[in-house]
Every structure is written in structure tokens, then in C-alpha cells.
């Protein structure tokens, strides 16, 4: 299988810079990492051929990065995407899916590490309250 060439950029929100690596046409898909954990797989080339691919490396944890992920996406020009997560970055994706639902069409979670329902509301409540 022939690899697609990923082309590596750079996003700025807030202060933080945010590399994303981006291949393809198609509906948008948005792809979040972990910190530092930026690997594309051969399963990236077969997205690619449906999908414009944006996979993004988190920054480092903090308050807001779900909404911090938001405006990197949206700097991109994405108003709506698929979005799709790894590990421990899925508990991000999940907030950014609760945060902003008219924006995110499709949710697939690989293999995630994420905190109960519970512990999502409550941190949901928190942020409406402030």
C-alpha cells in the first residue's frame, strides 16, 4: 500500500502551540494524540483516502484544553468533523463532543482512558457555574 504524504504544520491558541500533521479530501476527521505521542499508522493512509485527515498532538494537559482543541480546530477552517481520539486523549475528545455537540458529527474513542459519566457532569457544572 502506498503511503500518503501527510503534510506537518504548527497552530497557535492562546500561546500554545499545537503541531497536526493533515493528508487527504473528504469530510473532515479530526484525529487527537496524546502529549508528545504524535504517530501516524498505516491505518492514517486509509483514512486519508476517504477523509481529510488532521491529526493533532495535544498540548499539555490544563484546565481547558478541550476548548483550547476547539479553536486549533477551528483555526483550521472546521466548522463541523469527525473526531476521533487515543488513549488518554479521549477524555478530551469526549469533553470537546459534550462542549460543542452541533460541531462534531461523528465520536470514535480507541481504546480509551476516560473518567466516568459522572465525573464529567460534575466538571461540566463546574465550568457553567464559573
Known amino acids: 500500500m502506498a503511503q500518503m504524504a501527510f ?5 497557535e491558541v492562546g500561546g500554545v502551540r499545537i503541531r497536526y500533521m ?6 473532515p476527521l479530526v484525529h487527537v494524540h496524546p502529549a508528545s505521542d504524535l504517530r501516524l499508522t498505516p491505518a492514517h493512509d486509509l483514512l486519508c483516502r476517504r477523509f481529510r485527515v488532521v491529526a493533532f498532538e495535544m498540548p499539555e494537559p490544563g484546565p481547558s484544553l478541550a476548548s483550547t482543541m476547539a479553536q486549533a480546530i477551528r483555526s483550521l477552517g472546521l466548522d463541523t468533523f469527525n473526531l476521533m481520539s487515543a488513549s488518554s486523549a479521549s477524555s ?4 470537546l463532543a459534550l462542549q460543542a455537540p452541533e460541531r462534531v458529527l461523528a465520536l470514535v474513542l480507541e481504546a480509551p482512558g476516560v473518567p466516568g459519566r459522572e465525573a464529567l457532569e ?3 457544572m463546574q465550568k457553567e457555574t464559573a
Open 122 to 124: 460534575r466538571d461540566s
Open 7 to 11: 503534510r506537518d504544520g504548527h497552530v
Open 92 to 95: 478530551t475528545a469526549l469533553r
Open 22 to 27: 493533515e493528508s487527504g479530501q473528504g469530510a
